[in-house]
């Protein structure tokens, strides 16, 4: 079964190398800043959607077959090739718990918040 060659996976791979030159410094050291805040927030995010829903969302991946062309024995066709698909499932959570959570990362985003700021104004500084 013969899908891509390697050449092809190469080019594919190496296709975003161009662009890694196009963040500069500062926005490198912005990103780093705020990477711990971002992932909080999200997380403050879902947990007050999952308290307003009512229910939490899990990820769940699927693997189903797709057809896709292939040359199998010296003769063109289609082969089955798993994929992965990813869809959303309602879990059942509790909700004083979830409140609870919302709370203390309340708290944890504010701080989270303020030293972003702080480590981004001394990014800004790098910049100038």
């Known amino acids: 079964?013969?899908?891509v060659n390697s050449l092809t996976h190469l080019?594919?791979?190496?296709?975003?190398l161009?662009?890694?030159g196009c963040i500069s410094a500062e926005e490198s050291c912005v990103r780093s800043a705020t990477a711990e805040y971002r992932v909080i927030d999200a997380l403050y995010e879902?947990?007050?959607a999952n308290i307003e829903r009512g229910y939490g969302l899990e990820t769940v991946d699927d693997v189903v077959n797709r057809l896709v062309p292939c040359v199998k024995n010296g003769k063109r066709g289609f082969c089955q090739e798993p994929t992965l698909?990813?869809?959303?499932?309602?879990?059942?959570?509790?909700v004083e718990d979830e409140r609870r959570i919302l709370s203390q990362l309340q708290i944890t985003r504010a701080k989270a918040g303020r030293e972003a700021d702080r480590a981004v104004s001394e990014c800004r500084k790098l910049g100038s």
Do not use: G, S
């Open 1 to 3: 079964m013969v899908h």
């Open 11 to 16: 080019k594919l791979l190496l296709l975003p």
């Open 18 to 20: 161009p662009l890694l």
């Open 46 to 48: 879902e947990t007050q």
């Open 85 to 94: 698909r990813k869809r959303q499932e309602a879990v059942a959570i509790n």
